[in-house]
């Protein structure tokens, strides 16, 4: 069965420094998608980043990276130069190529923001 | 910037009573989703569409109904609300080419009583 772990139920950390948010999945695929979702208290939920399985260059977006790492199945979110409005719950998911019905979100990690 | 809407925000009813979610898109996306997510847990697909006319039953099994009569219009219905619905649903869009990006409503939290 595909599975997506979140390991950390919460975070925090200190604005201004970085911090990493882990994920883990399992699957038989070897073509898939990788995201990150943050859901911000009370509003809607957006996509931070994408990764898909078969680039080996780790994706980016301004202070959001990623370390994926396939052979282990991880997949961790850098959050650089924290700001306030980083704090939400991240979400990490998985999406088989041939599915695109089937993405399975991990329970979430509730990352806060301390000033 | 995401232009899916949904209402109520809140809703608050007794048991037996028939509910319709909404959820809208003005995007022109082709595909739409329903999921339900309790708090502290990971969201779980419960409806699915690939367009008009087409619709599908997720991983979740769901007491509720969903109907695609447009494309930017895609409602959930409980015929008769238990306790065991309250939750909250998120529905979502996305268009075919766009590598699964997910546009999320704000979500409808809906409570039993």
């Known amino acids: 069965a595909q599975t997506v772990t979140q390991s950390q139920p919460e975070m925090s950390v200190q604005e201004a420094e970085t911090v990493t948010l882990s994920c883990t999945y399992d699957t038989s695929e070897s073509d898939y998608y990788l995201f990150w979702y943050k859901q911000p208290p009370s509003r809607q939920m957006i996509l931070v980043i994408r990764q898909e399985a078969y680039k080996q260059q780790n994706a980016t977006e301004n202070r959001f990276s990623v370390n994926f790492q396939k052979a282990a199945k991880s997949f961790s979110l850098k959050i650089s130069d924290s700001q306030l409005g980083d704090a939400a719950m991240y979400f990490c998911?998985?999406?088989?190529?041939?599915?695109?019905?089937?993405?399975?979100f991990g329970k979430g990690t509730r990352l806060h923001i301390l000033p | 910037e995401a232009d899916i809407y949904q209402t109520p925000r809140y809703l608050v009813i007794g048991t037996g009573k028939k509910i319709t979610l909404e959820c809208s898109q003005t995007m022109g996306h082709d595909k739409m989703y329903w999921y339900q997510q309790d708090p502290g847990m990971e969201l779980h697909l419960i409806h699915y569409?690939?367009?008009?006319?087409?619709?599908e039953k997720g991983d979740l099994s769901s007491e509720s109904t969903v109907s695609r009569i447009r494309t930017e219009h895609f409602p959930l219905t409980l015929e008769s609300a238990r306790p065991s619905h309250t939750s909250q649903y998120l529905c979502?869009?996305?268009?075919?080419?766009?590598?699964?990006?997910?546009?999320f409503g704000s979500g409808t939290q809906l409570s039993v009583l």
């Open positions: 569409s690939y367009g008009v006319n087409s619709t």
């Open positions: 998911a998985y999406s088989p190529m041939n599915r695109d019905d089937k993405i399975i």
């Open positions: 979502a869009s996305s268009q075919t080419g766009l590598k699964r990006k997910l546009f």
